[in-house]
């Protein structure tokens, strides 16, 4: 007898370069379509697109913010009916989820990107522009809150009121299939440092340029990524006297080839919500050495195999001195580490098992 499809409905912001773009795209994608028919619906437009969805059924809204795409969200959701819709980011979260109130047959899954509780010590003014007490009656509307990192899951029961048994935890996975660099560290070479991100202040690039400016050897970092803080990030740089020994670019396609040729990624946020970039780092073998925050990265990294956590800028300097004559790491480890944790195939069949059992229409 044949079985009906479930049909899930995924909705995100937009389709350029971000972490939950990426991953929600890839989940619709990769789930299994003798049993699911998902479709991607996109509140901006078709030519910020940076992903590959070729083979998905995409629906762009052209609308230029969250707040002018709810009618046209509405609609769909009135006209294709889906059984369950799932969407990422907390202020189309939020929306959709005071909007769920008007379909009660929809099973309403919202993809937490961030550790909310530290993101606005961090993030005042800008993008947490709601107040906390309508995040946390959004959360109290939805089905399930999908949680990517065990401090996520514990500041939303904690701070925001989400019952655990509302919540799921599922990581992200590695979307992109690379195999590790097999040369090693090269000492008589500069150490080759880098890091990939916004650069907004919850990402602590001022932090990453402290260390920097207390280095006594050679290095070169690449700082990857645009935001609101480039300006005085720059400056800062150039206060520091490390102009020289910094490439900054705004976005590149070659995330992967300035990753593998990196000897060290430096992560120094201050929040995270499951670092992708931390994981794609590993898949190529190059090490990363992350600043202690909430958000995933103890869940990534396991301390002396695939890097190190450290607290303090003096901790992080020693660290990277030591690195600088004796690099100990194995790419194949690094990247053995990851694989092993956050395979695209565990992580898309724990999404199936959760849309399978927010649904009835299919038996398992």
């Known amino acids: 007898m044949n079985k009906q499809k ?20 890839f989940v619709a994608q990769n789930i299994n379509k003798d ?34 795409a709810v009618f046209a969200i509405a609609k769909h959701f009135r ?11 907390f202020h189309l979260n939020t929306i959709i989820a005071y909007l769920s109130i008007c379909f009660p047959k929809i099973k309403f899954a919202a993809r937490e990107a961030n550790v909310l509780s530290v993101l606005a010590q961090h993030d005042r003014g800008n993008r947490l522009s709601f107040s906390k007490k309508i995040i946390v009656k959004a959360y ?8 990517q990192s065990k401090d996520m899951q514990e500041d939303m029961m904690a701070n925001y009121g989400v019952a655990k048994t509302k919540t799921a935890l ?23 440092i880098i890091t990939v991100g916004r650069l907004s202040k919850e990402k602590g ?61 430096l992560l120094g946020s201050y929040s995270e919500g499951f670092p992708n970039v931390l994981i794609e780092s590993c898949v190529v073998g190059t090490p990363i050495i992350a600043f202690n925050a909430p958000g995933g990265i103890n869940e990534i990294i396991e301390p002396g195999k695939n890097g190190f956590i450290i607290n303090t800028v003096e901790e992080c300097v020693k660290e990277l ?15 053995q580490i990851v694989v092993n944790n956050f395979n695209s195939k565990k992580i898309i069949n724990q999404y199936e098992e959760l849309f399978i059992k927010l649904t009835t229409t299919y038996a398992i």
């Open 140 to 147: 109290k509307l939805v089905d399930c809150l999908i949680c």
């Open 6 to 25: 479930i049909k899930i409905t995924f909705v995100i912001p937009s389709l350029a370069a971000g972490g939950a773009e990426r991953i929600l795209s």
């Open 205 to 265: 690039h001022e932090r990453i340029i402290e260390v920097l400016s207390k280095l006594d050897f050679p290095f070169h970092y690449f700082m990857i990524g645009d935001g609101n803080e480039k300006e005085n990030i720059v400056n800062l740089i150039r206060d520091k006297g490390i102009e020289n020994q910094v490439t900054q670019i705004d976005y590149t396609k070659n995330v992967e080839d300035y990753l593998r040729k990196s000897d060290i990624f």
């Open 321 to 335: 001195t030591n690195l600088n004559t004796h690099f100990s790491f194995s790419p194949k480890t690094v990247n």
């Open 79 to 89: 006209r294709q009916k889906p059984q369950i819709v799932v969407s990422s980011i």
């Open 170 to 192: 599922i990581n992200n996975p590695i979307t992109f299939n690379a195999s590790p660099k097999t040369e090693t560290r090269d000492t008589t070479k500069p150490l080759q």
């Open 35 to 68: 049993i699911f028919q998902p479709t991607l619906l996109v509140v901006g437009f078709e030519k910020d697109t940076v992903y590959d969805v070729s083979n998905l059924d995409v629906i762009y809204l052209n609308k230029t913010r969250v707040l002018k």
